[in-house]
């Protein structure tokens, strides 16, 4: 296809509502990224949307392990990490549960990844910090770990620094959370389509473009 029956394509906005320390969250984008090099005749406007599932852990990260294992046991635990691996299977996603030692607050790679909307990079910075938290063991609510992914990606990594240190765009982050709360999003990830259409979960492929499609069709006849 020519790029200007590319650009003659019908666009449509859907929005990625995520944690990027939610393992589902990581699939679900995979999986989304094999849904979209298949997806013909629309075009998508990409924007990811802020959850945090932990929004009262600490700025500098707590080690939630003790919790977790007393809510779902030992046994549970490693039933949870192999249903997700299992889950994962055909994403190439090399999950090393083993090396994550702190659960980080989100916060900050959530802003990060709202200001990395003006350059376009918004999505593979959302790839960066799922594979830093979850593949490399990173503390992603680290701010030296979001400036090294930052600039990795082309972002003025002074001036983001700069923007750490003040508190811009954390009402604006908390209010696109809670804003997705009241859409009653309760779990992600979960997928907007023309800021009308909900699915949730960590879909498969052929599924998310089924969704994509039914949603155009709709909006195309109000």
């Excluded at 979209?36 to 924007?47: K, P, T, Y």
């Excluded at 980080?104 to 960066?128: F, M």
Aim: net charge negative; glycine share 8%; aromatic share 8%.
């Amino acid at each position: 296809m020519s790029q200007a029956e590319t650009d003659n394509l019908p666009v449509l906005q859907l929005d990625v509502i995520s944690d990027v320390i939610c393992p589902w969250c990581f699939i679900g984008k995979r999986k989304l990224d094999a849904a979209l090099a298949a997806l013909e005749g629309v075009r998508i406007n990409l924007m990811w949307r802020p959850y945090q599932l932990y929004p009262d852990t600490p700025m500098e990260g707590a080690d939630l392990s003790a919790k977790i294992k007393e809510r779902y046991g030992e046994d549970g635990v490693k039933q949870m990490r192999e249903n997700i691996k299992a889950a994962a299977k055909g994403t190439h996603i090399n999950f090393a549960f083993e090396n994550i030692k702190i659960t980080p607050n989100t916060l900050n790679a959530h802003r990060l990844i709202r200001w990395a909307a003006s350059t376009g990079q918004q999505h593979a910075i959302a790839e960066a910090l799922f594979s830093a938290h979850f593949e490399q063991g990173k503390n992603i609510g680290d701010v030296a770990v979001l400036l090294e992914i930052a600039g990795q990606h082309g972002l003025d990594v002074p001036l983001m620094a700069d923007l750490f240190k003040g508190d811009n765009d954390v009402e604006a982050t908390r209010n696109d959370d809670a804003a997705a709360r009241e859409l009653g999003v309760h779990g992600v990830p979960a997928f907007l389509a023309g800021g009308k259409f909900l699915l949730m979960g960590a879909q498969e492929p052929e599924y998310l473009n089924r969704f994509i499609e039914k949603a155009r069709q709709k909006l195309a006849v109000q």
